[in-house]
């Protein structure tokens, strides 16, 4: 699998070399994600069983300059993800399983307001094996993940950055405030180096 990965860095490293347009990196990246979910055994079957508590976050792959990561999350049945942005571009595949997704847009009220923003829900999916969906700010970055269904899912992600160390965001949608935060891989080193 180690040597997908390095042809995974080498395509991606030729959309990014292309274009620093997000819309156009993801269109650019997407066969690649496409390809990695038709791989067999992407997750070693150990890590591909869910967590008791909560989603589990792995790191699959980044090349040495972070240019983008390959994360893998499992979700139990009933598991949910708070609604969050990512501050960078992302694209999200289905390789096992449904999650439900949805999205939303935060709406400036303006300075005097208070609060300052509203957190619109914009629409719901559910995305089921094979299906790939995107993020990228500022207008399409805020979502909810969650696998309601009684089947664990298994999701993969290309992101523009080691998303286990990226500031960013949960939203709290009912006061439209946000809190800081950084979510960590379950594993230090990535599984494929
Ligand atoms: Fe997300």
């Given at each position: 699998?180690?040597?997908?990965?390095?042809?995974?860095?080498?395509?991606?490293?030729?959309?990014?070399?292309?274009?620093?347009?997000?819309?156009?990196?993801?269109?650019?990246?997407?066969?690649?994600l496409?390809?990695?979910?038709?791989?067999?055994?992407?997750?070693?079957?150990?890590?591909?069983?869910?967590?008791?508590?909560?989603?589990?976050?792995?790191?699959?792959?980044?090349?040495?300059?972070?240019?983008?990561?390959?994360?893998?999350?499992?979700?139990?049945?009933?598991?949910?993800?708070?609604?969050?942005?990512?501050?960078?571009?992302?694209?999200?595949?289905?390789?096992?399983?449904?999650?439900?997704?949805?999205?939303?847009?935060?709406?400036?009220?303006?300075?005097?307001?208070?609060?300052?923003?509203?957190?619109?829900?914009?629409?719901?999916?559910?995305?089921?094996?094979?299906?790939?969906?995107?993020?990228y700010?500022?207008?399409?970055?805020?979502?909810?993940?969650?696998?309601?269904?009684?089947?664990?899912?298994?999701?993969?992600?290309?992101?523009?950055?080691?998303?286990?160390?990226q500031?960013?965001?949960i939203?709290?949608?009912?006061?439209?405030?946000?809190?800081?935060?950084?979510?960590?891989?379950?594993?230090?080193?990535?599984?494929?180096?």
């Open positions: 699998m180690s040597a997908q990965f390095k042809e995974l860095e080498a395509a991606i490293a030729a959309v990014l070399a292309a274009s620093d347009d997000y819309r156009t990196i993801i269109e650019g990246v997407r066969p690649h496409r390809k990695l979910l038709a791989e067999e055994g992407l997750l070693p079957a150990e890590l591909a069983e869910p967590h008791p508590d909560k989603y589990a976050q792995y790191l699959l792959y980044k090349p040495e300059n972070e240019a983008f990561s390959v994360v893998a999350f499992v979700w139990g049945a009933g598991q949910v993800a708070p609604v969050h942005d990512h501050l960078i571009w992302g694209l999200v595949g289905v390789y096992r399983g449904a999650v439900v997704e949805k999205r939303y847009r935060r709406v400036d009220l303006g300075e005097a307001a208070e609060p300052r923003y509203e957190i619109r829900e914009v629409g719901e999916v559910t995305a089921r094996q094979g299906d790939i969906s995107f993020v700010p500022p207008d399409h970055d805020i979502h909810g993940v969650a696998n309601p269904f009684g089947e664990p899912a298994i999701t993969v992600h290309i992101y523009g950055t080691d998303i286990g160390k500031p960013r965001h939203h709290d949608v009912a006061s439209g405030s946000a809190r800081d935060v950084v979510t960590k891989h379950l594993n230090e080193v990535a599984i494929y180096g």
